[in-house]
T-cell receptor
Framework: QKEVEQNSGPLSVPEGAIASLNCTYS??????FFWYRQYSGKSPELIMS????GDKEDGRFTAQLNKASQYVSLLIRDSQPSDSATYLC????????????FGAGTRLFVKA | KAGVTQTPRYLIKTRGQQVTLSCSPI?????VSWYQQTPGQGLQFLFE???????NKGNFPGRFSGRQFSNSRSEMNVSTLELGDSALYLC????????????FGQGTRLTVV
């Protein structure tokens, strides 16, 4: 089992719709979770961090965390063509020393 | 506030050579992590440094090494380059590593020919 798993997509949504991106992780002791956005040819850019169960909202983005199910998601409301990118889920693992592990990413296309 | 700076941005090297990449973290950040990104493997963790100490290492051969200086700047070195080492190398800095947000530099694109 991979440490952090994401559906590679591509996920295609129409402009104005809600895009839902999902991620599962294997280390039950993980405490910190992050979503990054990466445009083609660019480096990853931090969008959201979440540390507690429940929802965290920031503008059009909502991160959701369920530690019991080892599941974290990102919702993008009112999706725009400029949201088209690869979204990376990242989890801090504390086992054997600190490291942040990234999922393979989900490619999102927002159609105008 | 300056972001994470990686140099050089692009490199072309020949098989068998060695290369050194540099990363200057955001001021005040003491943790630097290095990643290799390729189309097939995604972002792979190389190692993480905090206060000049390597705290963790990913599953890469010993040809990949790194270090961190007292000013938190970090370097990574790849010796005896192979074609498969062609990738985008990214560093990310954070305040302490644990439970803190990390910010990426623009990366160094390494091509091995």
């Amino acid at each position: 089992q991979k440490e952090v798993e994401q559906n590679s997509g591509p996920l295609s949504v129409p402009e104005g719709a809600i895009a839902s991106l999902n991620c599962t992780y294997s280390d039950r002791g993980s405490q910190s979770f992050f979503w990054y956005r990466q445009y083609s040819g660019k480096s990853p850019e931090l969008i959201m961090s979440i540390y507690s169960n429940g929802d965290k909202e920031d503008g059009r983005f909502t991160a959701q965390l369920n530690k019991a199910s080892q599941y974290v998601s990102l919702l993008i409301r009112d999706s725009q063509p400029s949201d088209s990118a690869t979204y990376l889920c990242a989890v801090n693992l504390n086992t054997g020393g600190f490291k942040t592990i990234f999922g393979a990413g989900t490619r999102l296309f927002v159609k105008a | 506030k300056a972001g994470v700076t990686q140099t050089p941005r692009y490199l072309i090297k020949t098989r068998g050579q060695q290369v050194t990449l540099s990363c200057s973290p955001i001021s005040g950040h003491r943790s630097v992590s290095w990643y290799q990104q390729t189309p097939g493997q995604g972002l792979q963790f190389l190692f993480e440094y905090f206060s000049e100490t390597q705290r963790n290492k990913g599953n890469f051969p010993g040809r990949f090494s790194g270090r961190q200086f007292s000013n938190s700047r970090s370097e990574m070195n790849v010796s005896t380059l192979e074609l498969g080492d062609s990738a985008l190398y990214l560093c990310a800095s954070s305040l302490s590593g644990f439970d803190t947000e990390a910010f990426f530099g623009q990366g160094t694109r390494l091509t091995v020919v």
